[in-house]
């Protein structure tokens, strides 16, 4: 088992910045990647961004290409979602997600809310 837990959430003007970190506990040594999707209101779960935990490749959704970075820190664990320039169209309440063997683990999420 996998637990996931979010922060650094928040609401923040348009052009302003965040950034979003993700803990992981449990058993951490089977995760392989790990990433961040949202969900805005009335829509679907979409991915934004992932990192492999090994080679640290990263993958991004055309929407935040050269918007956001996403990073990691083997030695806590953790994942960070770095959200510069951000648009109204990102306010949405982000997840972080684990892969560990094929099976996949969620946080509860973290809202982001971007003003016009």
């Known amino acids: 088992q996998v637990q996931l837990v979010e922060s650094g959430g928040g609401l923040v003007q348009a052009g302003g910045s965040l950034r979003l970190s993700c803990a992981a506990s449990g058993s951490i040594f089977s995760i392989n990647a790990m990433g961040w999707y949202r969900q805005a209101p009335g829509k679907e779960r979409e991915l934004v961004a992932t990192?492999?935990?090994?080679?640290?490749?990263?993958n991004y959704a055309d929407s935040v290409k050269g918007r956001f970075t996403i990073s990691r820190d083997n030695a806590k664990n953790t994942v960070y979602l770095q959200m510069n320039s951000l648009k109204p169209e990102d306010t949405a309440v982000y997840y972080c997600?684990?892969?560990?063997?094929?099976?996949?683990?969620w946080g509860k999420g973290a809202l982001v809310t971007v003003s016009s």
């Open positions: 990192i492999t935990t090994s080679s640290g490749r990263t």
């Open positions: 997600d684990a892969n560990s063997g094929g099976r996949f683990y």
